[in-house]
């Protein structure tokens, strides 16, 4: 899909954490798509998609990301919301859609690129922040 000026402004940025306050209708959920891809096809990567409910996770970004990767799409699991991809050099990339409303079920696991959606919505972002999203970055070196 293509970026409009914007959008490929903030694609191109290569800061390791970034953030988008843009009107409805912007495409922020469209770029977020469209980084989740790259991240994937590119590197052998874990990445995470955060809406403030499961619900919205599956209603804003699980059909999109399917239509997309469609074409090396290893592994769906409907229930779960988790993608297995082939990337350029045939590894797998691992995608996973979650609700903030589950932060808790992130302890302990490392990523290498989060996208968060709708964060005005979600209940003590800082403290969820802080202390279970930013340390699964840390060991990979992650972004969001």
Same mark, same amino acid.
């Given at each position: ?6 959008? @490929?402004?903030? @694609? ?6 970034? #953030?988008?306050? %843009? ?6 959920? &469209?770029? $977020?798509?469209?980084?989740? =891809?790259?991240? @994937?096809?590119? =590197? =052998? $990567?874990?990445? #995470?998609?955060? $809406? *403030? +409910? ?11 990301? =399917? ?11 409907? /229930?779960?919301?988790?993608?297995? &991809? ?6 797998? !990339? ?7 409303? $589950?932060?808790? +079920?992130?302890?302990?696991? !490392?990523?290498?690129?989060? &996208?968060?959606?709708? &964060? %005005? /919505? ?9 202390? #279970?999203? /930013? *340390? ?6 992650? %972004?969001?």
């Amino acid at each position: 899909m293509l970026l409009h000026k914007a959008q @490929a402004t903030i @694609a191109k940025d290569n800061h390791r954490f970034r #953030v988008v306050n %843009a009107g409805r209708r912007f495409g922020k959920t &469209v770029l $977020a798509c469209e980084e989740i =891809k790259g991240v @994937a096809l590119y =590197k =052998k $990567a874990r990445i #995470v998609y955060i $809406a *403030p +409910t499961i619900q919205q996770a599956r209603d804003i970004m699980w059909n999109q990301l =399917k239509s997309e990767l469609q074409p090396i799409i290893k592994k769906a699991n409907e /229930s779960r919301l988790e993608l297995e &991809v082939m990337n350029k050099d045939g590894e797998s !990339s691992f995608i996973q859609l979650k609700g903030w409303e $589950a932060i808790e +079920t992130l302890r302990g696991q !490392s990523f290498d690129f989060i &996208v968060l959606d709708e &964060v %005005a /919505s979600m209940r003590n972002f800082w403290i969820g922040w802080n202390e #279970v999203l /930013s *340390p699964t970055l840390i060991d990979r070196r992650g %972004a969001c």
